[in-house]
DNA sequence: AAATATGCCTAACGTATGTTAGTTTGTTAT
DNA sequence: ATAACAAACTAACATACGTTAGGCATATTT
């Protein structure tokens, strides 16, 4: 596709701290939540980014590249951020609430990357599969130590941490929904409504 | 009825209870869960069912309607449940209680279905998308309303109800994981564990 | 046994996709 | 101004996909 106005190339528009790579990576990350990751087609990125399909590939290796990108950059914040809280000295109860506020906030703030993240690693290929799947399972087992932990301390109701953990997350990217609603309340306002019911759960208290 | 197991060709294995039809849209659903719609190939489908690809279209129109049945059969039956819940005369709160074990009960055991119709609906075409859309909103607009006559009644913590909805719906989908996951818990205790923390929440109660 | 209908096969079409090769244009440094 | 580099272009390839047409094989009905 064409975006010449007079008679030049198109050019893929950066600001000085942005490379033309990252700007195709964010592109990428919009189209591939829209649409899904097979659906989405290079040709689609390239006319999203105003140029042609084979002058991306200047910039990124192929297109599972793409999907690379987004899905590790995700999890490794995701990881150093757990990291981060596991080392703090405050209640365990206090810890899974600041992991969830990030949770919370990395699905509100980057949900195009996150939300990739979570729903087409699917698409990644063998070394990298596997690579992701390992980080999933050793960060829901962290998750689910720190509620275990919580739990002997007397401060989480006793029950079954690999289930919580499970509900935790998957709640937590029901945030797709708001973002696909019409007229949303605001981003504070679901940040603490979901922590209130994930915490304090539906049943009023005596 | 003559089955020839040296020369011949293939055919479609049914009961008299299931036509061939009901078997591919069966196999359909498992190969879209795990491969995604746009992935998974007729040719796939054709395989798994043991046939050729070519062969498939005397029992279906396309590959898009097979799409179709599977979200709107699980459309359906959840918009059935709600219905005949919403009559009968108990607190809200059971209410609640009921449409969620349906829905856990649902995606455990028609897992591959509503894992599709939850996470493929996107690549519905667009009489079929848009109606989709309505009766998912319509749906959980009843949810939520369900859940306001029960914060009205006391039965319920104040909270935000559409907010509550998207956590109870995307918490269930969390099954998913379970279904991965190796070493499992039963379906009974899985159900259990869910209810009790969506319905009653981590902190505990004093 | 013959006739009809159903189900499957092979072959192929048209289209879309990811990607490469080679060339031209634009920018930056000498 | 010119050389060197980066980034865009055009053209094309190979492959995979959904789907159709037409013929043979099997099952069912007469």
């Known amino acids: ?30 189209l591939f939540r829209e649409k899904g990751f097979k659906a989405a087609s290079m040709r689609d990125l390239a006319e ?6 084979a002058s991306l590939y200047n910039h990124i290796k192929s297109k599972t590249e793409l999907l690379h990108e987004l899905c590790f950059g995700v999890a490794n914040r995701f990881m150093q951020k757990i990291e981060e809280v596991e080392q703090e000295k405050i209640p365990a109860a206090e810890k899974i ?7 919370i906030h990395e699905m509100i703030h980057h ?3 996150v939300y990739v993240s979570d ?8 070394p990298y599969l596997s690579n992701f799947q390992n980080q999933r399972r050793i960060y829901r087992k962290r998750l689910a130590a720190i509620i275990e932990a919580g739990i ?27 973002h696909r609603s019409r007229h949303k ?3 504070e306002e679901l940040e603490n409504n979901m922590i209130t019911i994930l915490v304090g759960g539906l049943r009023p208290r005596k």
Chains 1, 2 share one sequence.
């Not at 729903?119 to 063998?126: A, G, M, N, T, V």
């Not at 919580?164 to 990217?173: P, Q, R, W």
């Open 185 to 187: 309340i605001s981003a």
């Open 48 to 53: 999203s980014v105003g140029v042609e399909a």
């Open 111 to 113: 949900y195009e990357e």
């Open 152 to 178: 002997r301390a007397g401060e989480i109701e006793p029950i079954d941490a690999p289930t919580a953990v499970l509900i935790l997350l998957h709640a937590v990217s029901g945030i797709e929904s708001w």
């Open 1 to 30: 596709m064409l975006v010449c106005y007079l008679c030049c190339m198109a050019r893929i528009k950066t600001d000085s701290h942005t490379s033309r790579r990252e700007v195709i990576i964010a592109k990428a990350a919009l």
């Open 97 to 103: 609430e600041k992991i969830l506020r990030f949770h």
């Open 119 to 126: 729903r087409e690693w699917k698409h990644l290929l063998d």
